[in-house]
């Protein structure tokens, strides 16, 4: 067996085809070929098929090798194309090899025609290989553009003056300064004196020694701003090692260095305010919040006293506790709910900042707290969070200093102590919500289980009087149809129809009302076993359908035995009712994704119209409208509760004469075999 070779022939004798096939198969190849004559013929097969090389008869009737020549490079296809000819002169194949052609060959000298086709296969296989390598290396360039140019951080390069060759967008955006001024200056420029004796040692040690180094520097950006960086620097070679420069990533750390002054402050706080913190943790009432707050206050420096008061939103003290103030509290806590406020209280309303009042005999009047302590410094400060204003945090220093650590410690606490506040109110109106919640889905529950043992009561009880009331309609008709005059026939059928579908209603009401109530008898159920049930039920009814009904092997799920089989009956039963003139098929089948069994009863019928599928779970939506049955509307929404029922969901997918394929799913924790 040779080498599989496809040819393109052009060429209009045959005996010269066959020849040149002969010649390939003698040369180890076991060539497929289709000989064309005409334009027409050669793009066509050049569309219909791969080829791996074109042999060419110079001169046809209709066509030449030129024509071909242009024709296959229109295509852009890149096929070996050997012309092969007996009347061709030396300019003239000179003239096709450069228009294009790869070999030329005289037909008595055939035997150059494997060696050609071997050499051009080869060469075609190198350029295929090139053009590979190409599209890969631009992609690779493209890919790499997009990362630079994209990434969060700086990239910088300098030559071995120290000068910038690139920048990427994102060190434009650090600096503020647009490509075009940044490329060819010195990086050095970039920074103060003092980073300057940094990035020069910096700069000398990539460009000598050639090594990889990582340090920090502030650079000054175009608006004068100091900007802290990271800068990992390595080194560039050129293809003979020589050091051509270095290469860097620049990382903003501006938020890391504000971070670090932060940590340094809250370290230098953090043992005054550590109790205050578990207080918040620890304490869910507001009163024993304030209690302890102002008591970790005075301990953690000798303050006077320390009081905190909360109002609601119309101005009343809600609670109020001191440390250290004594019986002139109360007076001021009656103060603070008339006018004019406590000038306190006015400047934290005014100003939801940390304050200081120095001049507090000036500044506060006849307040009833200034006769205690007429020298000290108040420390004012808000209870906000999130632009609401709870209370008030008031602290008397001792010796009428208020530094600017203090001023940030009592920032700090009483934010938190209000964000405390807010997280014990959201708390209290979670417990009340739930506690409604609670008693809402118990009244849900007591409603739902009344209204189903109404259902089933009105339907049961309905039962027996429309019984009578369509067994009477009937015997009328059996003994006075065409015995009265058309109008009473009319009546008397309407009669016994209206009854029917009213039995049918009941009947179908009475089975829905049923599909939730089942909560008990609940045992591990074979669903490939239940389909097979409801196949031999509805066997007398597929038989005439024409149907065929398969399946899949079905898991066995935790489930109400009859439910399952009702579920099932319905499904394969709407795809009987709603078939189309095609045999009709049905199958059921079951994946397993994530937590869920996800069943699908599939058909090939009518289908399901967009108009009908929002609807056709709902009770009493007649899906048959669409094709002129006669049902209730009842069985897809008993299928619908009877899934739900275990934790699961029931959807259509369809489009008309497309069929439709019915999908539920049940929870496998329910399940008691995968």
């Not at 701003?225 to 860097?248: C, K, N, W």
């Not at 006018?339 to 005999?361: F, H, K, M, S």
């Not at 006075?480 to 039995?503: C, F, H, N, P």
């Not at 489009?655 to 008691?672: D, N, V």
Request: net charge negative.
């Amino acid at each position: 067996m040779g080498t599989p070779l496809r040819v393109l022939i052009v060429e209009d004798s045959e005996d010269d085809t066959i020849l040149a096939v002969r010649e390939l198969q003698g040369g180890g190849y076991d060539p497929t070929f289709v000989r064309v004559e005409t334009a027409d013929a050669f793009s066509t097969a050049l569309q219909q098929q791969d080829w791996d090389a074109i042999i060419c008869d110079y001169a046809l009737p209709q066509f030449s090798a030129p024509e071909a020549l242009s024709l296959l490079q229109e295509s852009a296809l890149d096929l070996p194309f050997i012309i092969v000819s007996g009347v061709i002169g030396e300019e003239t194949a000179v003239a096709a090899m450069k228009a294009g052609a790869h070999d030329y060959i005289m037909k008595d000298n055939l035997s150059r025609l494997v060696p050609a086709i071997q050499r051009e296969l080869r060469e075609a296989e190198v350029r295929r290989q090139h053009r590979q390598a190409q599209a890969a290396l631009r992609e690779s360039e493209q890919r790499y553009r997009v990362l630079v140019e994209t990434m969060g951080d700086g990239l910088i390069s300098v030559d071995r003056s120290g000068a910038l060759i690139y920048v990427n967008d994102a060190f434009c955006t650090m600096l503020g300064y647009p490509r075009n001024e940044l490329v060819g200056k010195p990086l050095v420029e970039l920074c103060d004196d003092a980073n300057k004796a940094i990035l020069q040692a910096q700069l000398a040690e990539l460009l000598s020694q050639g090594r990889q180094v990582e340090y920090e520097l502030y650079y000054t950006a175009q608006s004068g701003r100091q900007l802290p960086v990271l800068s990992t620097a390595m080194s560039l070679y050129d293809a003979e090692g020589e050091i051509t420069g270095s290469f860097a990533v620049i990382k903003d750390i501006t938020e890391r260095k504000e971070a670090q002054q932060r940590s340094a402050h809250l370290n230098s706080l953090l043992r005054a305010i550590s109790c205050i913190h578990q207080l918040i943790l620890k304490q869910p009432d507001p009163q024993g919040l304030l209690r302890g707050a102002c008591e970790c206050i005075l301990r953690t420096r000798d303050y006077l006293w320390a009081w905190m008061m909360l109002r609601d939103e119309e101005g009343g003290v809600v609670a109020a506790y001191q440390s250290g103030v004594g019986e002139s509290f109360a007076a001021f806590c009656e103060a603070c709910e008339q006018e004019p406020l406590p000038y306190c209280l006015q400047t934290a309303l005014r100003d939801p900042q940390t304050q200081v009042i120095e001049e507090v005999g000036a500044a506060c009047g006849d307040c009833p707290l200034v006769s205690i302590t007429p020298a000290s410094t108040r420390i004012v400060t808000p209870l906000v969070h999130e632009g609401r204003f709870y209370g008030l945090l008031v602290v008397a220093t001792t010796d009428g200093v208020a530094s600017a650590e203090e001023q940030a410690l009592f920032s700090d606490v009483a934010g938190d102590i209000a964000f405390a506040l807010r997280m014990i109110e959201m708390d209290k109106k979670r417990q009340q919500a739930e506690r409604r919640l609670r008693e809402t889905t118990a009244e849900l529950a007591r409603s739902n289980v009344e209204l189903e043992e109404f259902a089933y009561i009105a339907s049961h009880d309905l039962k027996e009087p429309l019984r009578i009331v369509a067994t009477a309609a009937q015997l009328l008709a059996r003994q006075y149809q065409d015995q009265l005059d058309e109008d009473a026939d009319e009546l008397i059928t309407s009669a016994v129809d209206g009854a029917k579908r009213m039995e049918r209603l009941i009947s179908d009401l009475l089975a829905y009302s049923r599909a939730g109530r089942a909560d008990k008898d609940l045992e591990g159920v074979d669903c490939g076993l239940v389909v097979d049930e409801v196949c031999r039920s509805l066997a007398a009814t597929i038989d005439e359908a024409g149907a065929q009904v398969t399946r899949d092997e079905l898991p066995t799920v935790t489930a109400n035995a009859a439910q399952m089989n009702q579920l099932f009956q319905n499904l394969i039963g709407n795809a009987i009712k709603f078939r189309a003139d095609s045999p009709l098929r049905v199958h059921v089948s079951a994946t397993r994704e994530d937590d869920y069994w996800v069943f699908a009863v599939a058909d090939n019928g009518m289908g399901i119209d967009p108009e009908y599928q929002d609807h056709i779970f709902t009770l009493f939506q007649r899906l048959d409208r669409q094709a002129g049955g006669s049902g209730t509307g009842a069985g897809l929404a008993i299928c619908k509760k009877i899934v739900e029922r275990y934790g699961g969901e029931i959807w259509v997918e369809s489009a008309p004469g497309e069929g439709a394929t019915f999908y539920f799913a049940l929870p496998i924790k329910q399940q008691t075999n995968d």
